[in-house]
């Protein structure tokens, strides 16, 4: 049974960096494109980048320039690093694991199927 572990959220101040982490357990980690979703509060979750097997970026219009996806298959680990953080980007972040094992990049939440707790990011102004 898949598992998606998130950490490294917290509280910031605008123009600040943070890297997100996820840890995967439970399957072949390689095998999987993975993404990084946010929620925050009153509005739908959202997908902020994707990654392919072999690491080929995807990432919506607000995070290009300022996040950066990344993965390490040997350690079956999935990163987002965020940097020059805007009160915008408050939300609970969440990992998560394409349905498929494709070799695709996944622009769509409907493509997922699994997701981690979630790690909250808060950016103060």
């Known amino acids: 049974q898949v598992q998606l572990v998130e950490t490294g959220g917290g509280l910031v101040q605008v123009g600040a960096s943070l890297r997100l982490s996820c840890a995967a357990s439970?399957?072949?980690?390689?095998?999987?494109?993975m993404g990084w979703f946010r929620q925050a509060p009153g509005k739908e979750r959202e997908l902020v980048a994707s990654i392919s097997r072999v690491s080929r970026p995807y990432y919506r219009e607000s995070a290009k320039d300022r996040f950066t996806i990344s993965r390490d298959n040997w350690k079956s680990m999935l990163y987002l690093q965020m940097n020059s953080l805007k009160p915008e980007d408050t939300a609970v972040y969440y990992c998560?694991?394409?349905?498929?094992?494709?070799?695709?990049?996944?622009?769509?939440?409907?493509?997922?199927?699994?997701w981690g707790q979630g790690t909250q990011v808060t950016v103060s102004s």
């Open positions: 998560a694991r394409a349905a498929r094992r494709s070799g695709l990049i996944p622009r769509d939440e409907s493509e997922f199927d699994a």
């Open positions: 439970g399957i072949t980690f390689s095998d999987y494109p």
